[in-house]
């Protein structure tokens, strides 16, 4: 007796029809990034804004402190006062790159926004 159970229909795209496209994509994207990357002229400095203060984003802004010389911590927001305010605290320890303004600190949820 033949198999009466159908074949299935592949719909969409094929594994390597993907593989190809991303593949296209990826070395698209590289590539103008990186023609982007030589022609730009800047201060060198990498400002970095901290949104969510907590142990978790106080932590990455030291890591980010620590990655690069250039690196400047330039604005601070959370939901809590109290949060901002200690990784405010902690941040100062790192000098002017980790000094920031009372103009630049954000409380609220609309710090968020």
Do not use: W
């Not at 982007?36 to 984003?57: F, T």
Request: proline share 4%; net charge neutral.
């Amino acid at each position: 007796m033949p198999d009466s159970t159908p074949t299935p229909v592949r719909a969409g795209v094929t594994r390597r029809e993907f593989v190809k496209t991303t593949a296209l994509v990826a070395g698209a994207s590289t590539s103008l990034f990186a023609a982007g990357a030589v022609h730009a002229a800047g201060s060198g400095a990498v400002r970095v804004g901290l949104i969510g203060c907590g142990g978790r984003g106080t932590g990455a802004a030291f890591n980010a402190l620590e990655a690069s010389p250039d690196v400047q911590i330039v604005a601070l927001a959370d939901v809590f006062r109290d949060r901002l305010d200690d990784a405010r605290e902690k941040l100062a320890t790192q000098g002017e790159r980790a000094a920031v303004r009372d103009e630049r600190c954000f409380v609220g949820f609309d710090a968020y926004a």
